[in-house]
């Protein structure tokens, strides 16, 4: 398939599905048909794509010239191909999940339900595949409005205030600090694109440049930095598909991959290392990750302990980048997927334990192992990947983390990362 055409299918097939569920929506089967073969068919697309990319090649499309330097356009890089085959490669087995989980809880309004997250997964793609700041921008802001009525789903008193906090945290970090970064650097530099190298070198000095880099980082909200990440725990009032998207899926990796796009393509490592310019946020995301792992140990809501380890679990992805070196870097876009695939096994572990036992918190589940051995056995394997046990996935990330913290002279941040991963043991 040409390059072009690939592009323009793995971004609009997502949003034709959404049409045909909602023509399909009153006839449950062919609903959930569609869906599902709309998943596979993305996940196809984007697989044709992937050749391509790993000879060197680049694919690029423009479908809009804005103003000089400002254009709505696309471009497939290595990272972007990453981002993009974690949330196609999922989507078929979140909706295979989905349709049992809605069907066996009895969920009202699951029509929506599958409209808003194949319009969230559209957004994914835009987002993996951007060519430029503002591009990304746009389809991020797409993600938080697609997925607020998968959070308020249940229409309830708490389903509604968790929206709001959701809503209201997304969008004004989005708005406040991250559109005031895009605007600053396009004024600075003259384009947004996304540059090997980076587009600000020479463009910004002093304190200056640690100010832009705050304005971006905490800008991404859905990084979930401290202090900005209370929406994702208040999130989980939403149902386990809904939880598997937000923390494995789309909308964290969305924020986390965000945070290395600006880091490699905008500001570059060269120019971040010599000046030291994100020293301090190495610290943010150290603090973060601690007292996310700690705050996780006093929950007992097994979907509240979950959300607060993705806290601590992605902010290794923003220290691998805010150490700003090679190997740091690969350690954090390797992080995006590992934990992509335990944290989504370890949701869809909690979904079956409340679709058969309707129970939700930790001290209640006292002998389930006997009664559900392979969702146990699962949650295990999850557990221990996220941990970071060799040979599972998790332990290849933080390995390249701490090599790159070493890289970086910051062999403090070698042992917050030991003790991080104590801490989840625990």
């Known amino acids: 398939m040409n390059p072009d055409n690939a592009i323009l299918l793995a971004l609009f097939l997502p949003y034709v599905g959404a049409l045909g569920i909602w023509i399909t929506g009153r006839d449950p089967n062919l609903r959930e048909s569609i869906t599902l073969a709309t998943a596979l068919m993305l996940l196809i697309s984007v697989l044709t794509l992937l050749p391509a990319v790993a000879s060197g090649e680049r694919p690029s499309l423009t479908l809009l010239q804005i103003a000089p330097g400002l254009s709505l356009s696309f471009t497939i890089e290595p990272l972007g191909m990453l981002f993009a085959i974690v949330a196609a490669g999922l989507w078929p087995l979140n909706s295979v999940y989905s349709i049992g989980y809605m069907r066996g809880n009895q969920e009202k309004n699951q029509t929506r339900f599958y409209i808003c997250f194949a319009i969230a997964i559209a957004s994914a793609m835009g987002i993996a595949f951007a060519g430029n700041m503002l591009t990304l921008f746009i389809f991020y802001e797409v993600l938080t409005l697609s997925t607020y009525p998968l959070v308020t789903h249940k229409g309830n008193a708490d389903a509604m205030r968790s929206g709001r906090v959701y809503l209201g945290i997304l969008l004004s970090t989005s708005i406040g600090f991250l559109l005031l970064a895009v605007i600053w650097t396009w004024y600075l530099a003259g384009t947004l694109d996304f540059t090997a190298g980076g587009i600000l070198t020479g463009k910004i000095e002093g304190l200056l440049l640690p100010i832009l880099l705050g304005l971006y980082m905490f800008g991404i909200g859905k990084a979930a930095l401290m202090p ?11 149902p386990t598909p809904v939880s598997a998207l937000l923390h494995a899926v789309a909308v964290v990796k969305a924020g986390v991959f965000t945070v290395v796009k600006v880091t ?73 997927a590992m934990h992509a695939v335990g944290k989504i096994t370890l949701f869809f572990c909690a979904g079956a334990i409340y679709t058969a036992t309707h129970k939700t918190e930790i001290s209640q589940m006292d002998g389930l192992g006997r009664v559900m051995p392979f969702t146990y056995g699962a949650f295990l394997i999850g557990s221990l990947s996220i941990i970071g046990l060799p040979p599972l996935g998790g332990s290849w990330s933080k390995w390249y983390l701490m090599v790159g913290a070493a890289d970086a002279g910051q062999l403090i941040m070698i042992g917050v990362l030991m003790l991080s991963s104590l801490l989840n043991v625990a």
């Open 228 to 238: 900005f990440h209370r929406w994702l725990p208040a999130a989980m009032v939403a």
């Open 264 to 336: 490699v393509y905008i500001f570059g490592i060269d120019l971040l290392s010599s000046t030291g310019a994100s020293e301090w946020l190495v610290w943010v995301a150290a603090i973060t990750l601690t007292l996310a792992s700690l705050i996780a140990l006093s929950k007992d809501n097994l979907k509240a302990r979950l959300a607060y380890s993705t806290v601590s679990q992605l902010s290794y992805v923003v220290l691998g980048a805010m150490l700003a070196t090679t190997m740091g870097v690969m350690g954090g876009a390797l992080q995006i």
